[in-house]
């Protein structure tokens, strides 16, 4: 759906032009189901705090961001594609398609860093929920999360890199003459990048989402 009319329009230059617009259109959609995927996975683990639902969501958002890279390399390198960005009208969704996969990547990069930090929270709490805490698990639950804090660390950067990449790159696109099913798509999007912005100043403390967890405050 997504690069439908990037095809429809690439189909104008000739045979090879409409296979390579099918591959991107291909790996957009593979990248797509991947992230849907993915989502499903962390809504089951949100469910049930079973870690191996996020370490396949982990797995289902390298998957999206292996097809938005391939994606995005096939738009903007294949000789018959970059041939047809020359023309006024299929070259703006052309660029448009490129931009899509850039955010598709980066949005699937700053994922799988969340999965990483959420993948040690969940096993944390799979581990104490179950009971009461003595003053003995509490100080080695402590120690844990103090870990966790410290370690993940660079996963909260790079959630907020790859999040200030992907709104660099939708800055670059101009939505007002792309077409409906394109345009449709930027507005989901948009609707994604100002969730994922939510969530990420929500929970970019990791030493207090794991002190909400645990219902003491860790040390600093």
């Known amino acids: 759906m997504i690069a439908a009319i990037v095809i429809l329009a690439l189909l ?5 032009t409409a296979v390579a617009g099918a591959s991107v259109y291909q790996d957009l959609d593979g990248g797509r189901q991947a992230l849907v995927g993915a989502q499903a996975s962390m809504t089951a683990a ?5 870690p191996a639902e996020l370490r396949s969501a982990a797995a289902q958002l390298k998957l999206a961001e292996r097809h938005f890279d391939d994606a995005r390399s096939r ?3 294949d000789p018959a ?7 006024p009208g299929a070259g703006r969704q052309l660029a448009a398609s490129t931009h899509l996969a850039a955010i598709g990547a980066d949005v699937s990069r700053a994922g ?3 999965a990483e930090v959420a993948i040690q929270v969940a096993a944390l709490k799979q581990k104490y929920a179950a009971r009461a805490l003595t003053p003995e698990d ?3 639950a402590l120690q844990e999360a103090q870990a966790i804090a410290r370690t993940y660390s660079a996963s909260i950067q790079a959630i907020s890199q790859q999040l200030r990449a992907a709104h660099v790159e939708r800055a670059q696109v101009d939505t007002s003459e792309l077409v ?5 798509a930027y507005d989901a ?3 994604a990048l100002a969730e994922a912005d939510t969530s990420f100043r929500r929970y970019q403390d990791v030493r207090q989402v794991l002190s909400d967890f645990l219902g003491v405050q860790l040390p600093a």
């Open 12 to 16: 104008l230059g000739g045979g090879y």
């Open 180 to 184: 409906g099913p394109l345009k449709d």
């Open 189 to 191: 999007v948009d609707r």
């Open 81 to 87: 594609l970059r041939l047809m960005g020359g023309v």
């Open 46 to 50: 949100a469910r049930t705090g079973d």
């Open 138 to 140: 509490l100080q080695s």
């Open 112 to 114: 799988e860093a969340a």
């Open 75 to 77: 738009s903007s390198a």
